[in-house]
């Protein structure tokens, strides 16, 4: 009898998993793995598959010149938004780290544009940044040229990547602000009675006890931003010509308006695998850098 109960209690956990893992499996690795067959196969859901190979990929990568422009506009995208929101994070989250009433609904306000939905804040930032919006009547007091935000292709990206940052802002810095408040405060009373002085403390003592959060971040930041769509398909539909178009986007357009999921399906393998990528040169390279406590 002990035994029974000793066996049940080992399989108790694994049997609570199973739901998880039965949804995981549905949802997650089999849409993968179906992806990456399909990647080799001309399908467009009204003939049969027929199997290409690697024709797809050798399309994408040498044929497909809109391939190669989204791709270089996610690694631009993705290396804008990832700078810009832990530098202003980490620069917001030391400047609200004083306890006051302040700075308390300056967390409240700073937190609310995340929970506001995608489509609304694109939407608004569409009017901002219409040729007559407000944006340009900012421009125009101080008699500066107004600026065609989302139909200039040296401008288009730009504008995508300013609704992100002023999106993510407020989440980031709250996070970062959690994480300034657990430093032990005798490290910093050691630093002042050495006369350490503020930057040799920040780079010293705060920015390597913030590592574990900043290096968590520099990951989500970057797969999130590999995975941008609303914004671009509401704002600028990857225009003008390809100047704001992504990789999601990309394949998006492949598979929803030209019918050709095998090639869509290539080039979501592609950024399946430049993810995979990334994480692993981020744990090899940055994550030996970092300082757990």
């Not at 810009?84 to 308390?104: C, E, M």
């Not at 989500?220 to 671009?232: A, E, Q, R, Y």
């Not at 010509?241 to 393998?269: F, H, P, Q």
Request: charged content about 15%; glycine content about 6%.
């Amino acid at each position: 009898m002990k035994k029974k109960v000793n066996i049940l209690r080992k399989l108790f956990p694994y049997v609570m998993v199973i739901p998880t893992m039965i949804l995981l499996a549905v949802f997650v690795f089999y849409p993968l793995v179906n992806m990456v067959y399909l990647s080799f196969f001309d399908y467009n859901l009204i003939k049969e598959k027929t199997f290409c190979g690697l024709d797809n990929y050798y399309r994408i990568f040498f044929i497909q010149t809109d391939f190669r422009d989204a791709f270089l506009n996610t690694l631009i995208y993705m290396a804008g938004t990832t700078f810009f929101l832990l530098f202003l994070g980490l620069v917001f989250a030391l400047w609200l780290q004083r306890d006051s009433k302040f700075n308390a609904i300056a967390q409240r306000l700073m937190f609310f544009p995340n929970i506001c939905a995608g489509l609304a804040i694109s939407l608004i930032f569409q009017w901002l940044m219409d040729d007559e919006g407000l944006f340009n009547m900012v421009l125009g007091f101080f008699d500066i040229a107004p600026l065609r935000w989302l139909n200039d292709s040296t401008t288009s990206l730009l504008s995508v990547m300013i609704v992100a940052i002023w999106k993510g802002i407020g989440y980031y810095a709250l996070i970062l602000l959690s994480s300034v408040k657990s430093i032990p405060t005798e490290l910093i009373e050691a630093a002042d009675l050495d006369d350490a002085g503020k930057i040799r403390t920040f780079f010293k003592i705060t920015l390597p006890m913030l590592s574990p959060q900043l290096f968590f971040l520099l990951i989500t930041l970057t797969i999130n931003s590999f995975k941008v769509f609303d914004s671009v398909r509401l704002m600028t539909g990857g225009g003008p010509g390809n100047s704001s178009d992504v990789l999601v986007y990309w394949i998006y357009r492949y598979s929803m308006e030209y019918n050709k999921y095998g090639l869509a399906c290539a080039g979501g393998t592609v950024l399946l695998v430049i993810l995979l990528i990334l994480t692993v040169v981020y744990f090899r390279v940055i994550g030996k850098k970092v300082h757990y406590q």
